[in-house]
């Protein structure tokens, strides 16, 4: 089954639920999207966390960076791209609003897309990850 992994900087944790919830929302178009569900590891080891986070970055059809501010210089964001670049996951990035920061130094080369908060762009790139 087709999965997303949802990976965004522990301060944007507000955009990650708005993202959860709008994917969840049974009057859009999106309720049928799988997502990887998380716990919640901060204030355990950093193999711990690589622990839990490895298996479902590798079981994920697609990631999606949430892009703010600090996303740029997020350490376990840059770890978590290099998991999907090693598995030949495919990465999409949405911009949260009102935001500025750069892309992360993993991704700043690669063709990646990158789209708005906005319904209809967040639901082309994700339907182009499914092949729908």
């Known amino acids: 089954m087709a999965k997303i992994f949802i990976?965004?900087?522990?301060?944007?944790?507000?955009?990650?639920?708005?993202?959860y919830?709008?994917?969840?929302?049974?009057?859009?178009?999106?309720?049928?999207v799988p997502i990887q569900e998380r716990e919640?590891?901060?204030?355990?080891?950093?193999?711990?966390?690589k622990d839990y986070l490895r298996?479902?970055?590798?079981?994920?059809?697609c990631l999606i960076l949430l892009v703010g501010n600090n996303t740029h210089n997020g350490w376990f964001l840059n770890w978590e791209i290099d998991v999907a670049i090693s598995?030949?996951?495919?990465?999409?990035?949405?911009?949260?609003?009102?935001?500025?920061?750069?892309?992360?130094?993993?991704i700043k080369g690669m063709e990646i897309p990158l789209v708005n908060w906005d319904n209809t762009e967040i639901k082309?790139?994700?339907?182009?990850?499914?092949?729908?």
């Open 21 to 32: 919830s709008l994917l969840r929302n049974p009057e859009t178009e999106f309720q049928d």
């Open 55 to 61: 298996p479902l970055i590798s079981d994920a059809s």
């Open 40 to 49: 919640d590891y901060r204030g355990t080891s950093e193999r711990t966390i």
């Open 124 to 132: 082309n790139m994700i339907d182009q990850f499914f092949g729908r």
């Open 87 to 106: 598995r030949q996951i495919p990465i999409g990035a949405i911009r949260i609003p009102d935001t500025i920061g750069g892309l992360p130094p993993k």
């Open 7 to 19: 990976s965004y900087r522990d301060d944007d944790i507000e955009w990650r639920n708005n993202l």
